[in-house]
Nanobody, 124 residues
């Protein structure tokens, strides 16, 4: 049984930083692609970042490039999202997801397993 558990969300002022963690069980992250998505109230889910199984294909949404970094710790079977220079428009529920194909896609329908999400709120 695959489980993805996110943590690290919270309330932060604009310009601050947070690091989200996604701890996996039932799946070995170094063999799959891991992505982060977010959904703000009243908006559709949107792609944030992805790392493929080899970690040689990393992609970001334009809105977070230069501010967010996705990386994986194979020993801990955990994928992280380091978020710097946070803006109020980054406020959303952030979820991690796994694409068993390993390719690394920005399309949410490519992902089979999802975590419950963690709330990130950025105050102005």
């Amino acid at each position: 049984q695959v489980q993805l558990v996110e943590s690290g969300g919270g309330l932060v002022q604009a310009g601050g930083s947070l690091r989200l963690s996604c701890s996996a069980s039932g799946v070995t992250l170094r063999y799959v692609a891991s992505g982060w998505f977010r959904q703000a109230p009243g908006k559709e889910r949107e792609f944030v970042a992805v790392v493929n199984w080899k970690s040689d294909n990393i992609d970001y949404a334009d809105s977070v490039k230069g501010r967010f970094t996705i990386f994986r710790d194979n020993a801990k079977n955990t994928v992280y999202l380091q978020m710097n220079s946070l803006k109020p428009e980054d406020t959303a529920v952030y979820s991690c997801a796994v694409d068993p194909s390993g390719r690394g896609s920005p399309r949410s329908d490519e992902y089979y397993y999802w975590g419950q999400g963690t709330q990130v709120t950025v105050s102005s």
